[in-house]
Structures are given as structure tokens and as C-alpha cells.
């Protein structure tokens, strides 16, 4: 089974067979709070899935918000590190393009909060079944959306599917592909920084 973590909108977990049947799936669509559900849908998961064994977990790689997707990230890795089973990195987009059924380029929009989204652009699935990224996602402002996609079809998406994050991680493994590196897609910087060295005080 491949266990799936996203926490670049709400919070979504799922499990799935190896040829994409779903086991179990349980999400929030609350873009807050990741860190106070996790555990839950996590528990919930693995209870309503069944015997089974975990041979992969996915981690979405965003875009998403810093804060956020550092949750979903560290929770996917120490389930990957407790049961001794590798970390699959997914860019989140892809899932919500997998279900996608369009001729021709269509994107996928998510908010970026501050007035901002987030951009991809996609034209059907390649060869081995995952969507085909044609223009790398970017982040711009929402009035701006519109003009920066030129007439290509846009989806808004709100929530995000663990299962199909699954799915096309399953399809990656099958097709010996690294989808992503271990660097979340944050697009922003954080707004804590590390403060600088303190001033000088002149006598």
C-alpha cells in the first residue's frame, strides 16, 4: 500500500493499493490547524484501510504555504522513518491535475493567501499516466491571473485529493521517475527570519 500526506490546502491522508484501488482516505479542507488534525486522520486512515503493508509514503511538495507544508512534510517523513520505507516527494498540483479531463492546456490555481495564487500548467498525462506540466508553477497576483493564462482553461481548486497524490506517485514508482527533489515548492519566503547580529553600541 502507498500512503499519501498533503498539507498544501487543507490536510488530506490516504492509502492505496499499489494498482491505485483506494483503501481509506479522511481530509480537512480547513487551511489552518494541519498540526492539530494529522494525527487523527492519520489514526483514522490506517484504522479503516485494513491489513496491509506500507511500502511507500508521499509527501506533497506544494506549492503551499510555508508553515503548512512543512507539517504535512515532517509528518510523511517521520511515518517513512518509523517503519523503515522510503519518502516519495510529489508537487501537490499533479494530483489535482490527475482528474482533470480537458483538450488542450488547462491550469491548475491555488491560493497562495496575500492576494496571491499559485500556477500550473498542465496538457494531459505523459506517456506513463501523469499529468504533462507545460509552464512551471508561479506565483501571481489573483487580479492578474486571468491575464498571465492568456485564455488557457482555469481550475480553481480548493481542496486536495490524498488519493490521487497517491496515484500518481504509484505511477512514477512504476515508471522509475523522480517527480520532485526534497525542497518544498514554498514560491515565498517565511515571514520569521532569523534576526540579524545585534548593533553596535558606540561608547
Known sequence: MILAVDTSLGT?????????????????????????????????????????????????????????????????????????IPVVPVPSHLAAALSVSADGPFAIVTDARRREVAVTVFDGTDADGIPAVVADTVLVPAVEADAHLGGVRRIDVSELSGADLARVAARALAAGRVLADDEPLYLRHPDVVLPGAPKRVGS
Open 12 to 84: 488530506a491522508v490516504a492509502l492505496i493499493d499499489a494498482d491505485g484501488a483506494l483503501r481509506a482516505e479522511a481530509a480537512t479542507a480547513d487551511p489552518l490547524g494541519h498540526a492539530e488534525v494529522i494525527g487523527d486522520l492519520l489514526a483514522d486512515v490506517l484504522k479503516d484501510a485494513g491489513a496491509g503493508e506500507i511500502t511507500h509514503v508521499v509527501s506533497g511538495m506544494g506549492p503551499g504555504p510555508f508553515t503548512g507544508l512543512r507539517i504535512g512534510i515532517a509528518a510523511a517523513r517521520a511515518f517513512a522513518l518509523g517503519r523503515g
